[in-house]
């Protein structure tokens, strides 16, 4: 028995035309061939079509360059609003690419977030919540150029992220090699963060989230000086120890929404000129007898609300780790990784 299908009305992924019609009225085509210069490179002419090739195939599912010829069956192509090239084409683009041309992408990155911002997605004059993380992206090759072992003993990359909380939108991303310490980059990277999230119209207050990991003094001078809030976890070194152990026991006052298998109690001191507020905690489960007594967790801030306020919102920093997930499963599933043997679009 043979099968044969051939209808050329069929549209195979219909849902492309959500994100066809979106990327059109924000002119991301015209957008990238006018920021995206590849000189005299072979693959130069009309960057615009091949990138949004690209970026509808990763939208359809595609694991290779050679899966981005899905939307070149039936009338795919028609509602995407950008001719479809061909996968040959596409190999001979990314090839192409530098670091400094990545960092064009990176403009277009942030001139489409404006454009997405004023149309309505933004937080207009809401306050907007950063969260700023960095995630080991396991590879497959020792060869792949960047990946090292870090702190977490695997081979792959080591990129910084920041995140919207209310939405989960990617704000900014930077990758950096494998072994690069978490703080590397970051204040220059935070920089760019600030100014591009301004530019697109985030003109309310701005809270800046992240964990211990980020804990850099620069850091905090350079956002008090931008009038950004922050809440950032301090790592517990020997003074921050001191500083906490000088907290009266008087002073911990009971977190009321935390579960019934253990206590918590939080309070706050100072740590040089910054607020630092505390969070101690123990369970009352069977395995709560290996950590008898209290466990400390810290951050600093220069926020001057209520102490439960505060502390409960640097706790839902934790949903950073949700749009990661997101991430590696939707535009990093194409990423090359320790389970993927072809080279994919976004490699």
């Not at 100014?195 to 989230?209: D, F, K, N, T």
């Amino acid at each position: 028995m043979q099968v044969r299908f051939d209808d050329s009305r069929s549209v195979a992924d219909a849902g492309l035309i959500l994100a066809g019609t979106s990327a059109e009225r924000l002119g991301l085509e015209r957008l990238i061939n006018r920021w995206v210069d590849l000189g005299r490179r072979r693959g130069a002419f009309r960057p615009g079509r091949k990138v949004m090739t690209l970026v509808n195939a990763i939208l359809a599912g595609a694991d290779s360059i050679e899966d981005c010829d899905l939307l070149r069956s039936g009338s795919t192509g028609k509602v995407l609003g950008h001719r479809v090239m061909a996968p040959s084409t596409l190999g001979t683009f990314l090839r192409a690419f530098t670091f400094g041309h990545v960092r064009q992408l990176d403009r277009v990155l942030g001139e489409a977030l404006a454009r997405a911002w004023r149309a309505g997605a933004g937080p207009g004059s809401a306050r907007l919540v950063i969260d700023v993380d960095s995630f080991v992206g396991e590879v497959h090759g020792r060869l792949k150029q960047g990946a090292a072992y870090g702190y977490t003993k695997v081979l792959g990359y080591h990129p910084l992220l920041a995140s919207r909380a209310e939405t989960g939108e990617v704000l900014h991303v930077r990758n950096r090699k494998g072994s690069a310490n978490t703080q590397r980059g970051l204040i220059r990277f935070t920089q760019e963060l600030i100014a591009r999230v301004r530019r697109a119209g985030a003109g309310a207050e701005i809270l800046l989230r992240a964990d211990s990991g980020f804990w850099n003094a620069k850091l905090f001078a350079w956002l008090r000086c931008e009038g950004v809030a922050y809440s950032i976890g301090v790592k517990l070194h020997k003074h921050v120890r001191e500083a906490i152990e000088a907290i009266g026991q008087d002073a911990w006052a009971p977190l009321a929404d935390y579960p019934d298998t253990g206590e918590a109690q939080i309070a706050e001191t100072t740590l040089g000129s910054e607020r630092l507020i505390v969070r101690r905690v123990r369970t009352f489960e069977a395995q709560g007898e290996l950590y008898p007594d209290w466990r400390y967790f810290a951050f600093a801030t220069n926020r001057a609300e209520a102490i439960e306020l505060v502390e409960a919102e640097h706790r839902d920093h934790a949903v950073v780790e949700i749009h990661i997930s997101d991430l590696k499963d939707g535009a990093l599933a194409t990423s090359p990784r320790a389970t993927s043997a072809p080279t994919p679009p976004g490699a």
